[in-house]
């Protein structure tokens, strides 16, 4: 069961706007990345469901995250059909997002009140989500479908639009920026949040003060 309610999801989404994306299958490293984007500020985790026994790290890095970062509202990434994000949903699971758009996703989510962010390459895929009732839709891969510029463009006839951009996003001035002055309600970030050898290093204090880098620059550009 989700500890926050769909609108606490939502407004924290929007008050921080970035959510680090994240999959790693040693339980005690994605502990650590959690602990340390906490200390940086964020207060919204999405794990992604990219490997095997993905939800039995999930399902450990929820009942932590209660424990040790108690404001830290923890979602689950990369779903794309109802029985997964079921699934997800019993594990704890306060916001789910996919790669596309599924209907049948956000029938699930939408019984529990969770907020289900799928992802739409197009005005008409936004459309279609936001009838079903996705309040933060997600633009993927935003670098492809037109970036800054496509937000922008569909944000003007669609001013309502909440949107989260996720792929070409980087955790500079001139990148968050770009996407904030362009319209998104929050980022997605991955990789360039977390760079492989300084997971390989355990460098914790790195990710918390490039988290707390980015934030500021999304402040800033508000």
């Avoid at 059909?81 to 790669?99: K, S």
């Avoid at 019984?111 to 005005?123: A, D, E, F, I």
């Avoid at 009732?133 to 496509?150: I, M």
């Amino acid at each position: 069961m989700a500890r926050f309610t769909k609108l606490q999801v939502l407004n924290t989404i929007s008050a921080t706007g970035m959510i680090p994306v994240f999959y790693h299958k040693d339980t005690e490293v994605a502990r650590q990345v959690v602990k340390a984007c906490y200390e940086g500020g964020v207060r919204a985790f999405e794990f992604t469901n990219r490997g095997d026994f993905a939800q039995e790290v999930f399902s450990d890095l929820v009942k932590f995250a209660a424990k040790e970062c108690p404001d830290m509202i923890m979602g689950i990434g990369s779903i794309v059909d109802a029985g997964t994000a079921a699934m997800y949903l019993q594990l704890g699971a306060n916001f789910v997002v996919g790669p596309l758009f599924n209907p049948e996703v956000a029938k699930v989510c939408n019984r529990r009140l969770v907020p289900y962010s799928p992802g739409c390459g197009s005005v008409s895929e936004i459309g279609f989500a936001q009838e079903a009732g996705c309040d933060l839709t997600k633009v993927f891969p935003a670098g492809n479908v037109g970036g800054p510029s496509f937000v922008k463009n569909v944000k003007a006839p669609m001013p309502w639009s909440m949107i989260m951009v996720t792929g070409a996003v980087e955790p500079t001035e001139e990148n968050l920026s770009a996407w904030f002055k362009a319209g998104v309600t929050a980022v997605g970030m991955g990789s360039k949040l977390f760079p492989k050898e300084v997971i390989a290093e355990k460098n914790w204090k790195a990710i918390s003060d490039k988290c707390r880098e980015a934030l500021g620059y999304i402040q800033a550009a508000r």
